[in-house]
Each structure stands twice: as C-alpha cells, then as structure tokens.
C-alpha cells in the first residue's frame, strides 16, 4: 500500500496556553497597584515650584539665593503684594520685582515712587518700573556672557548666563552682557535711586546658580541693601472668584469619594484575584448522560469531515497508534519517532520507510488515502499484537 501521494503535513499538536493567559492576572493586579498609587498623588494639592521664589526649593525657585544673601547679612523680606512692599521699603532697601506682570499698573506706579532701590527682572510695566530703559530686542539667546562693562558687581562676579531680552541703554546708564551689542543688563540713576533692570532671571534660581558667576552675580545685585525686598505675587492658580485661593483639588472632593475609590479599588483587587488565579488539578465527575463510544467517534468524524479536515484526523489516528504501539512494543512514553519506527519494522516485518509514512508522514490528499491510511495503521496495531 503507498502513501507516498498525501499532500499537506501532519499538524503539530496543540500548543500550551500562551504566556499571555499565564500572566495577565499578575498584570491586572500590577496594575491595580499602580493605580492605587497615582490616585494619591493625582488628588494632592500641587506643591509644583514657583519660579524666582526665594521660599522655593525647587530647581526654579530661589531658595538658595536666599540662604546666601542672608549668609552676607541682608535681610530678605518676601512679600506678596505692593502695600505689604511699599510697607517695608525705605531709602536703605530695595525692591527686588519677580514678576510684574501679576501687578496692576496702579501697584506698579506706586512702587516706582518708592524711595528704594529697584531691582526688574523682566519686562512687564517697563515704562513704569525702569522709564528710561527701552526694550529693544527679545528672544535673546541665554548664554555665558562677559560682563564687557565697568559695573562693579559685574566685574566682580564675571561670566554669567544672560540674555532672554536686550535693551537700549538710556544716557548716563551702564549696560552690562552685551548681545549683539546690546546690553542685557542695564543700571541707570533716578535721582537718589539705583534701577537695575535685567532681560532674564534664570541665573538667579537653584537650577542655574552654580554656574559660571551666576551666584556672585545675584549676591551682588539682590544684596547692594541692608534690606531685599522680594515681591513674589501669588499665582493665577491661588486666585479664585469666590475667594477660596489655596484650595487643592483635594479640597473640592466629597468626603465620601476617596471611601468610594478605595472599596471599588478593593473589589476590582478581588474579582482579578478570582478570575486570575491558576487552575487546580482536573477533577472527574461522572456525566449525567452516557454516550456510546462509537456515537462520539462517529460525530467527531463527521466533523472532521465537514471540514475537510484530514490533516487534524490523520494526526489524531497517527498519535493514537502510537500510544497504542508503544508499551506493546516494550518501549517508554518518552521514546523517539525513530525508536517507535524502528521497533514496529522489526516486530511486523515492514519496510521502514512505510512505516514512518504510515505514523509520521504528511496527511492524505483525499478521503480515500485518509481510510486506506486507517486500515493500514490497523494492520500495524494488529501485526504488533499478534506477533
């Protein structure tokens, strides 16, 4: 009998569950975790940094600045508003402005009439704060510059990381780091009174004081009084409608709602433990109807043949021989194709060619090969059995 006319191969057995199903219960309750943990950190009121604040310890804030100008003995008064500055300053301080735009042009001409000293970092009320100093150019690349100047602090302090907006100097002034020959630093005398203006504060913040001569220079500038008087305006975010500045996120959830979170986070928890958990050993249970043998080989071969499926039956028809085959022929479970082969042509006197066909070869072409293929593993079985 040939069988040397079957078309496709013998499929392979039917792989394990995948990785996937193995650990998506470990992933599910991973990320479970991970969801515990953002939830807290998402309703937290946000403690981000404020930049140029000299209460801020963030790489934007001025803390360090702070700490060093209180080292050199000057008092640093931070203040949120012009009346409580306008309430400290006298002839012997100055005024150190981090972010006019948060006044209002009525703060801001106050301030100017101030008798202190004023520092401007930025550009906002410009014609108020600093009248005679022009913006000439922004967008200036912040760089090391030398100071280029006869500006005492400058000198002292050296090459520092200037720029962000160029001015035009007014006559009299000293203009400092220079940009493409304008100056990004400019001092100029108003009466009894020193205005420095400088086009970007970075260099005075923790992220970029250690730099260059980034913190002589902030010491020299901030620390020219007895007295810094730093005015910090509060941020957008701290200002509501209502009245209510400073409430978190937090604040404006129901007391009810983290419980809430917390038993829907515990009963998602269990129902992934349930539904994640790895299946025990199988256990036999005695059917509620009994089904003849022949009638479950008869429908599983109708299926097989519904679907044309002669690869899945010859494969299943081959792996029951060979179960069936190898304790007969005194051989283990574990045994190679080629042992099972080679035991069967010696027990049966066949060739082995046919045989490793017969058990291993590709599946039949047609309905025909598939029962010629039977009838021949039978005779195998029978041969073997007899022998």
Not at 265 to 276: C, H, M, N, P, Y
Request: glycine share 10%; net charge positive.
């Amino acid at each position: 009998m040939s069988l040397q006319a079957a078309g496709r191969q013998a499929p392979a057995p039917p792989r394990a569950p995948g990785l996937w199903r193995r650990l998506r219960g470990i992933l599910v309750v991973g990320l479970l975790v991970l969801a515990a943990a953002l939830v807290p950190a998402l309703m937290a009121p946000r403690t981000e940094g404020r930049f140029a604040d000299p209460a801020d310890a963030s790489l934007d804030g001025a803390l360090a600045l702070a700490r060093l100008l209180d080292a050199h003995g000057v008092k640093v008064a931070r203040v949120d508003d012009a009346d409580d500055a306008l309430a400290v300053a006298d002839a012997g301080s100055q005024l150190l402005v981090t972010d006019a735009s948060m006044l209002s042009r009525d703060e801001a001409t106050r301030l100017a009439a101030s008798g202190a000293d004023r520092l401007i970092l930025g550009t906002s009320y410009l014609d108020v704060l600093a009248a005679k100093v022009t913006v000439k150019r922004q967008g200036t690349r912040v760089r090391s510059r030398e100071p280029g100047c006869g500006l005492r602090e400058a000198v002292h302090a050296g090459s520092a990381r200037m720029g962000g907006v160029s001015f035009t100097a007014p006559p009299g002034s000293t203009g400092c780091y220079q940009a493409d020959g304008l100056p990004t630093l400019v001092r100029y005398a108003d009466g009894a009174r020193t205005v420095t203006v400088v086009g970007d504060a970075a260099f005075l913040t923790n992220r970029r004081l250690a730099e260059d001569g980034d913190a002589a220079l902030a010491v020299n500038l901030a620390g020219a009084k007895r007295t810094l008087v730093w005015i910090v305006p509060p941020a957008l975010s701290d200002i509501d409608a209502g009245g209510h500045g400073g409430s978190s996120f937090g604040d404006l959830i129901p007391s009810g709602v983290p419980w809430a979170v917390f038993q829907l986070a515990v009963a998602v928890a269990v129902l992934a433990l349930w539904r994640g958990r790895r299946l025990g050993p199988v256990v036999a249970e005695r059917l509620p109807v009994v089904v003849r043998a022949a009638e479950t080989v008869e429908g599983r071969g109708r299926l097989y043949r519904s679907r044309r499926a002669r690869d899945l039956a010859s494969w299943a028809l081959r792996a029951a021989a060979a179960d069936r085959l190898t304790p007969r022929l005194g051989l283990p479970r574990t045994a190679s194709p080629d042992e099972i082969v080679a035991a069967v042509a010696v027990r049966t006197g066949q060739e082995m060619e046919h045989v490793r066909s017969a058990l291993y070869g590709p599946a039949p072409s047609g309905d025909a090969g598939l029962v010629a293929l039977a009838d021949y593993l039978d005779s195998l079985e029978r041969q073997v059995r007899d022998s």
